[in-house]
């Protein structure tokens, strides 16, 4: 991008109703139910460049993404029952292993954070779950239903080596593509009256 790209005006917002029926309507799907078809190649790159137009303290980029196929997950899913195993997981914390195994995509988001930074690291996690939120809009503009995930082997340090996280990083994700057969159920949304405080 050279530049006079960057120097370019981006165009002012306008209503979309069309946008805001989404939100309205937003809901993460069970990530053991998505199915095919997924996102082509094509597809996720567009994914990911919006959801790299994420808020950004210092324009750090502090993330970055993996992008697991079927066969690193199924090969992941393996090692990461065996190592449940030797750690006498529960039976349900297996059994969550086919979060990680059935969709068709998984994006991994990486929290890179700088440390030592003005921008507290704070901050720079915050534009790691700011990219997550990003790539559920984008998967679902694209017709496709999305999964936000951690999970016990997001914090498992040795679960963690398995995904090639590096010492300072840490996973904001794992955001699950693919497709539903049925509509997900709607579930419980906050009474704004109990969250919102107005200070004139």
């Known amino acids: 991008m050279s530049q006079s790209d ?35 190649d094509a597809e996720i790159e567009q994914m990911l460049l919006l959801g790299a137009r994420t808020p950004d303290h210092g324009k750090l980029f502090p993330w970055r993404f993996v992008i697991l196929g079927p066969r690193s997950r199924a090969d992941l899913s393996e090692a990461l ?3 449940g195993e030797t750690q006498n997981r529960t039976g349900k914390e297996i059994a969550a292993l086919a979060k990680l195994a059935n969709p068709p995509l998984t994006v991994m988001v990486v929290s890179t954070p700088i440390q030592g930074h003005k921008v507290p690291v704070w901050e720079q996690q915050l534009s790691a779950g700011a990219v997550c939120m990003n790539l559920e809009h984008a998967a679902n503009a694209l017709g496709y239903s999305a999964s936000w995930i951690t999970d016990w082997y997001s914090y498992d340090p040795a679960a963690v080596a398995l995904f090639g996280v590096e010492d300072g990083e840490s996973i904001a994700g794992f955001i699950h593509v693919g497709s539903l057969s049925e509509p997900p159920l709607e579930r419980p949304r906050p009474n704004l009256e109990h969250k919102v405080t107005a200070r004139p």
């Not at 981006?10 to 309205?24: F, H, I, M, Y």
Request: no cysteine.
């Open 6 to 40: 960057l120097a370019s005006a981006l165009p002012l917002p306008v209503r979309s109703d069309e946008l805001l029926s989404r939100l309205a309507v937003r809901r993460s799907a069970p990530a053991q139910s998505l199915a095919l078809p997924g996102p082509s």
């Open 81 to 83: 029952a065996a190592l």
